[in-house]
């Protein structure tokens, strides 16, 4: 379908691409949710200014099943929060899972405004954000996957280019001469980035100082330096 065709039939509207579901021939129903939990294996361990990383973290893989065959996949994480990847696969399993059985995909804001409601106890924003953030995109998943075009179409506009940056510049343990900092921005610009995000706030107002010049030596005139300080 070309882009003048999918607009007349989108109507430009948000509902107009879930109109278009329905009229695969009947009402679908979220009949399943599935889970599976990952953990990744201990990686080198770096740092930003208050946190520590690498330690081994993980995530939940989020399968939405329906009457129609389509399943709608997610995947969410909780950082490296010890057990977090776990209690979104709880609240996932025990707290989503009852309300989105039964419901019809072609109505995401009116399944996410039920989540909302039915976690508002749990807190919606942190872990419980990020099971029904999963949910979510397993929802639109199962859209884009019934009118057989991107998800991003049925969200609307996009940009076919966008600037990107690296962020590369953490603290790698006993790093005193930065020569491992050094590297992985160079192997940024290598790379293609035109700017990097560097990490600074562990150490003195001094380390930082040598951190910042060190990048903007690295950087020259034509690339762009951005610094982190966290909280």
Request: aromatic residues 10%; contains cysteine.
């Amino acid at each position: 379908m070309n882009r003048r065709g999918f607009l007349a039939a989108a109507a430009v509207s948000p509902a107009a691409p879930l109109a278009r579901a329905a009229a695969l021939g009947r009402q679908m129903k979220i009949t399943g949710l599935e889970t599976d939990l990952l953990q990744f294996p201990p990686a080198r361990r770096y740092y930003d200014a208050i946190h520590e990383f690498g330690a081994g973290s993980g995530g939940v893989v989020l399968r939405l099943l329906t009457d129609a065959g389509i399943t709608g996949w997610a995947y969410s994480s909780f950082g490296t929060i010890a057990g977090g990847p776990r209690v979104v696969q709880t609240i996932l399993e025990q707290e989503v899972k009852p309300v989105i059985i039964g419901q019809d995909p072609a109505f995401p804001r009116r399944i996410r405004a039920r989540l909302w409601q039915a976690l508002e106890y749990h807190g919606v924003t942190g872990v419980a954000q990020f099971a029904m953030a999963a949910a979510d995109i397993a929802v639109w998943d199962i859209l884009g996957k019934a009118l057989g075009v991107p998800v991003y179409k049925l969200l609307g506009a996009c940009r076919e280019r966008m600037p990107v940056y690296s962020m590369c510049g953490w603290y790698y343990g006993d790093d005193a001469d930065l020569s491992e900092y050094k590297r992985s921005i160079v192997a940024a610009f290598e790379q293609g980035y035109r700017a990097v995000k560097i990490k600074v706030g562990r150490g003195s107002i001094q380390d930082d100082e040598r951190r910042i010049r060190l990048a903007l030596d690295l950087a020259g005139e034509q690339r762009r330096v951005m610094v982190d300080a966290n909280q």
